[in-house]
């Protein structure tokens, strides 16, 4: 009798008996998962099916005996990529029994005010005396709106929550509802509450639909009342704590990384944004934490972008990153950051720093998110004035000595710390980008802000600008233009096309246009506007180290004769302009592949892959482990038994050395037969064989393994004897996206 599995709305299998409890033997079918049997009425439960169920363990890969080699498995990819203590379950219950988390119980709703703020500004004040909210202020400037818009003010009494212990409601849900728009400067909101002075309060949003909570930015607080900024307007509450119940919370970790979740270039500035893109770095950054790799289960963001994605890693090298670069700095403009943080810092005075720091340890712990921080303080002008100097960071974990960010300034750098001494934040040296930093221009920034996420910055415009990457159009609209052209010549006719991905020649073609040109593509670059190029440069890139700067004639155009290597040649335009201090403002970065004569990829290859699970993968796992709690906890909330799950989960990363061999198959072009072995860590022998497909400069093969798992490869041929290139790996025939890899390769010698 065959078997199906449904899962994620897709149906797997056929599965014979043994397989399916098999499949359960390595914690991949849980009693959950609805299952179907050929000529069965109805799909059941698998727990329903007659199956063996043993003691659910963690998924672990089992030593063969001797030294014998077996086939590839996903097991031998990313069984080690996991750790759950063995013994954590356990704990876990026990830890869960007094941990309160889930949705908000709401009673009756009054209307406690409605008004209409004119075109030049206004405030709304609440009056009702009894009313806990009595005296409550919304403050709306008249750069806001620019217009006259209506005002209503609600409240709801909170009967209950589960939002865990450390959230305690100071005042009932308030809905401000002004039609939800952005406004341009930040309102004040300002909120009867009593603080004691061992207490801590903070303003958040609260989502209805999905029962989270969002850290609004905090101005000022005191025993009577606390203030908050926002441009925009939602169901909030402020909810208070005693100081030492937050201090006994920490550390309190996000699960943002630097090296990890950040961007894997630094803030220089470029064109759009000549002094940085902190802000836009560090925005899209937390963005794509929370929109892409959480809620959709993406990879993680460093590196995920390498190099325009173009499939050849050059991890190190950041100027041929245009679109996460552009998609930072179109983000930093778009949102107006320059202004608005100046609007920000001018709203607050004297903030002390050691209620930031509160600020973060209490949202982090509340909300398990990263948290944007903008800072302030001096630098000096070139006419040597004083002027007001800002930042934009991320803050991805607080503990007792102070906070973890991440700074655009020192992407990957997990070091960098703002330190917590006598309960005051010290101020935190950087820059306005790296450029000044490295002309020894850095600066001391003593004005820490606390400013959440969405409150300030608009979610929405953010996504809209990333869906351009995928377009890759992004900055299109804003960046200087500009044309990449070469030659060739058709018939009696010379022509200069625009420069397509992948460019296919030989010796013979690249003569037609003149026996000069013998074993070389002339290239053009083209500079569109009638004047002004002269402050424009040109960097002609192969692969990552630069062959020629050029500067635009008087027509506007730079010319290059390339001399191309036999094989697969990386080429790449970086566009620039200098300002007047000498510094390259960055504009746009373009790759072409050149294929140049016939390849031939036979031979052995000797390399190592570096393999990383995903959070689909990671999601798996957290699904067992709920499985088991609920089973123990069964009146718990969903929210509340993930949350426990995801914290008892371990990341890991693998490289392993690894090695094929490619021989090419007798008339059929671009096919080669492969036969592949690696080793894990445990001296673990796997292999595969199968055939690989070979072109335009791309080898793809797929690894097949006996547990139904897969591993897509493909390759970038760098030059003749380099192979470079990702894996994306399906386990177990039913998790497409479980783990990626990147991988090289270096031929041996023949």
């Not at 059941?44 to 498995?73: D, M, V, Y």
């Not at 503990?399 to 070091?415: F, K, R, V």
């Not at 930093?437 to 920034?445: L, R």
């Not at 906890?633 to 929210?639: G, I, K, Q, T, Y």
Request: aromatic share 12%.
């Amino acid at each position: 009798m065959n078997w199906y599995l449904v899962r994620d709305g897709q149906q797997y299998g056929p599965y014979d008996r043994q397989a399916m409890q098999d499949m359960i033997a390595q914690g991949l079918l849980a009693p959950a998962d609805m299952v179907w049997a050929e000529g069965s009425p109805n799909w059941i439960p698998a727990a329903q099916a007659g199956f063996l169920w043993p003691s659910l363990a963690p998924p672990a890969a089992i030593a063969p005996p001797g030294n014998r080699k077996r086939r590839f498995g996903c097991l031998g990819c990313v069984g080690l990529l996991i750790l759950i203590p063995v013994l954590l379950i356990g704990c876990l219950v026990l830890w869960m029994k007094y941990r309160d988390s889930g949705n908000m119980g709401l009673g009756s709703a009054a209307t406690l005010a409605s008004a209409t703020v004119p075109s030049t500004g206004g405030s709304i004040t609440i009056g009702q005396p009894g009313s806990p909210l009595n005296g409550m202020t919304v403050s709306v400037s008249a750069e806001a709106y620019g217009k006259a818009l209506p005002f209503r003010i609600q409240s709801t009494a909170i009967t209950s929550h589960k939002l865990g212990p450390l959230f305690h409601p100071a005042t009932p849900l308030i809905t401000i509802d002004n039609g939800h728009a952005y406004s341009n400067d930040p309102m004040v909101v300002k909120i009867p509450v009593n603080i004691a002075r061992d207490e801590f309060a903070l303003g958040f949003y609260y989502d209805r639909k999905t029962g989270r909570l969002e850290g609004l930015p905090l101005i000022g607080e005191d025993a009577q009342s606390i203030t908050i900024l926002t441009r925009h307007f939602s169901d909030l509450v402020i909810s208070k704590a005693k100081k030492a119940e937050i201090v006994r919370g920490l550390p309190a970790a996000s699960g943002y990384l630097p090296g990890v979740d950040d961007w894997q270039f630094t803030n220089f500035g470029s064109w759009l944004a000549p002094a940085g893109h902190c802000a836009g770095q560090s925005i899209t950054s937390m963005w794509y934490y929370l929109e892409k790799k959480q809620a959709a289960g993406e990879r993680a963001l460093y590196g995920r972008y390498d190099n325009n994605d173009y499939g050849m890693g050059t991890i190190q090298l950041q100027e041929d990153d245009s679109w996460g670069y552009r998609f930072a700095s179109m983000v930093q403009t778009e949102l107006d950051w320059d202004s608005l943080s100046r609007r920000i810092v001018r709203k607050i005075n004297g903030f002390p720093t050691g209620l930031t720091w509160f600020a973060f340890a209490y949202s982090i712990q509340l909300t398990g998110e990263p948290q944007y921080i903008e800072i302030w303080g001096q630098t000096t002008d070139p006419k040597g004035k004083s002027v007001e100097a800002g930042h934009a960071m991320v803050v991805y974990k607080a503990d007792a000595t102070g906070l973890s960010i991440a700074d655009p300034n020192y992407h990957g750098n997990e070091q960098r710390r703002i330190t917590l001494t006598n309960g005051e934040l010290l101020p935190y040296n950087s820059g306005l980008n790296r450029a000044e930093i490295d002309k020894g221009n850095g600066i001391s920034f003593p004005i820490l802000l606390y400013i959440g996420k969405t409150a300030i910055a608009d979610w929405g415009k953010v996504g809209a600008r990333y869906a351009e990457i995928a377009a890759g159009t992004i900055g299109n609209d804003k960046f200087p233009k500009w044309k990449v052209r070469y030659l060739i010549q058709e018939g009696a006719e010379k022509k200069w096309p625009e420069v397509p991905k992948v460019i296919k020649t030989d010796e013979p073609t690249t003569m037609l246009p003149g026996a000069g040109l013998k074993g070389m593509l002339r290239f053009e670059v083209k500079f569109p506007y009638t004047t002004g190029s002269a402050e424009y440069r040109v960097d002609l890139f192969k692969d990552t180290t630069v062959l020629a700067n050029g500067s635009f004639d008087g027509h506007g155009e730079y010319y290059y004769n390339f001399r191309l290597d036999k094989g697969v040649n990386n080429i790449g335009f970086y566009y620039y302009k200098v300002d007047a201090d000498g510094n390259a403002q960055y504009v746009d970065f373009k790759r072409v592949r050149i294929l140049y004569g016939d390849d031939d990829l036979s031979g052995t290859w000797n390399g190592e892959m570096t393999v990383r699970g995903t959070e689909v993968f990671r999601k798996h796992i957290e699904d067992m482990v709920v499985i088991v709690l609920r089973a123990f906890l069964p009146d718990r909330s969903e929210a509340d038994l993930r949350g426990a799950a995801a914290a008892s989960i371990t990341m890991n990363v693998e490289t392993n050395p690894f090695s094929f061999v490619l021989t090419k198959r007798a008339q059929e072009e671009g096919k080669y037969d492969f036969s592949m072995e690696y080793r894990d860590k445990e001296g673990r022998r796997y292999g595969s064989t199968g055939i690989a497909t070979y072109k335009d400069g791309v080898l793809t093969w797929r690894a097949k393994a006996e547990d139904r798992s897969t591993a897509d490869y493909q390759g970038n041929l760098l030059g003749k004897e380099v192979l470079k290139g990702t894996i994306d790996i399906n386990a177990w025939g039913v998790m497409p996206n479980a783990a990626t890899s990147e991988w090289h390769a270096q031929r041996a010698k023949r």
